[in-house]
């Protein structure tokens, strides 16, 4: 079973950058594809970005692209999310997802999903 743990998260003024990782436990991460994950305080948990689980496809949510970029090193076990250009409207609890699905179930059926880190808080001052 994966364990996943993430960290990196911060407080950053508005238009600076923070790199999120998640770390994960187990010999078979390669296999899993990962997902960023938000929840914005009184909102539900949205889709930020997934990444294969050789990394050679990934896919963002609109509202982030160009400023947000998933990556993964399997020899380190860990996916990261590069945050640049960031926003207020980015303030949120993320949280790393892994599941055996496709980019496009991680990315629209997050209730489906069954391994999930404890989330990092990122706040984004004006």
């Known amino acids: 079973q994966v364990q996943l743990v993430e960290s990196g998260g911060g407080l950053v003024q508005a238009g600076g950058s923070l790199r999120l990782s998640c770390a994960a436990s187990?010999?078979?991460?390669?296999?899993?594809?990962m997902g960023w994950f938000r929840q914005a305080p009184g909102k539900e948990r949205e889709f930020v970005a997934t990444?294969?689980?050789?990394?050679?496809?990934?896919y963002v949510q609109d509202s982030v692209k160009g400023r947000f970029t998933i990556s993964r090193d399997n020899a380190k076990n860990t996916v990261y999310l590069q945050m640049n250009s960031l926003k207020p409207e980015d303030t949120a609890v993320y949280y790393c997802?892994?599941?055996?699905?496709?980019?496009?179930?991680?990315?629209?059926?997050?209730?489906?999903?069954?391994?999930w880190g404890q989330g990092t808080l990122v706040t984004v001052s004006s």
């Open positions: 187990g010999r078979t991460f390669s296999t899993y594809t």
């Open positions: 990444i294969t689980g050789s990394g050679a496809r990934t």
């Open positions: 997802a892994a599941d055996r699905v496709t980019t496009g179930t991680m990315a629209t059926n997050l209730r489906k999903l069954e391994l």
